[in-house]
């Protein structure tokens, strides 16, 4: 008889129970075990040694936090059925279920056009058929078509249980203290008025903590000059391989399934090919670096090479555009040192913009419900920093970088 109930000893929040007998066939399944061998944060581990944690993990710790957001709420009197509270468990534990190898950094390289949330919704209706219609409201709930919108908003909005959980889980495995929010005392203050997610005033400053939490997090962590760096070679050795293969020079990837979706140059038949996606993870791809590192192709193994040795780019970020006659001149230094050709100088000499908005208050807001029943957007609230900064409210901050050879 299989097992009806688990704790899983997380390093972050401790045990953590499950005792649903469907969730527990949904973490059994060869789709979900695959985030075992997906890293959270791509390359974040050659800046930060730590940092090898899987989305398996940060699922893991998404759908505990749901757990305890939704006793929170039902302890005040919201009503929230059996089958809500299942759908929601199921809609955060799947809510990364379509990312691909090396998540975000390779998300519109391999498919086209399709961002994780299309594929996590294919993967979560093809799920749906196999346990005979089980994860229906869960599906409602991901899509934002349950009426319930709170709960919507526990799972994907400024203030859900998934950004709690990798702030706090990305800070504790790269040991940058700057990323630690009061997630705890955040979800004793939650509440739900007119079918939407408020918080309590007396959360406002770990509110702020939060926002100011993540802004640090994506400076330091997410968009770190090396990170950068590390993501922008495998996406061109990626691009490099795909053109290759475009002009009909040989290029086999390590395992068949990577190689189908290098040989794609569409997303129209992903719907059909969503086990084949599932067989794929960070390993097809490191391994297929590897061997690609002996490629005839001297630019493809070049890179290849680079990335396996950590030998990265060097990489500048500044307030400003990059001086295109800085560019002409890394370029040149390219053109010379590899002899390529200035086309192919542009695998090793590029310029782009790194973004980072921590608030924006057209987008889904953070309420704040006050004593007197009244409700302010957290931007709003008397004295609070969000307010008097700028480049915290509303402000999407950008970067100009260029990335070249050492």
Known sequence: ?????????????????????????????PYYQRLRNIHQMAFAHLV????????LHHSLGAYHLMCTALSELKSKGIDITPDEELGARIAILLHDIGHGPFSHALEMELIPGMHHEAISLLILQKLNEEFGGKLATAIEIFTNKHPKKFLYQLVSGQLDVDRMDYLNRDSFFTGVAEGVIGYDRIIKMLAVQDGKLLVEEKAIYSIEKFLVSRRLMYWQVYLHKTVLAAEMMLVNIIRKAKDLIARGVTVTAATPALDYFLHQDSNEDIKNHLDTFCQLDDHDV?????????????????????????????????GEPVD????????????????????????????????????????????????????????????????????IANGEIKKYYICYLR
């Not at 008889?1 to 399944?29: C, E, W």
């Not at 987008?363 to 900064?389: C, P, W, Y």
């Open 286 to 318: 490191m391994t297929t670096i590897k061997n690609w590192s002996g490629h005839p192709d001297k630019i493809l193994a070049q890179l290849s090479r680079s990335l396996i040795n950590r030998q990265l780019y060097k990489v500048k970020l500044q």
């Open 1 to 29: 008889m299989p097992a009806s109930r688990k704790i899983i000893n997380d390093p972050v929040y401790g045990f953590i129970t499950i005792d649903q007998p469907l969730i527990l066939q949904i973490i059994s399944h």
């Open 324 to 391: 295109e006659s800085f560019v002409k001149g890394k370029v040149k230094e390219a053109m010379a040192k590899l002899s390529i050709t200035e086309k192919d100088s542009s695998y090793f000499v590029f310029t782009g913009i790194a973004t980072n908005t921590t608030y924006n208050a057209s987008d889904e807001r953070i309420n704040i419900l006050f004593k007197d029943g009244t409700i302010k957007d957290i931007s709003m609230v008397d004295n609070a920093l969000i307010q008097h900064s700028s480049s």
């Open 48 to 55: 930060y040694p730590g940092a090898v944690h899987s989305r």
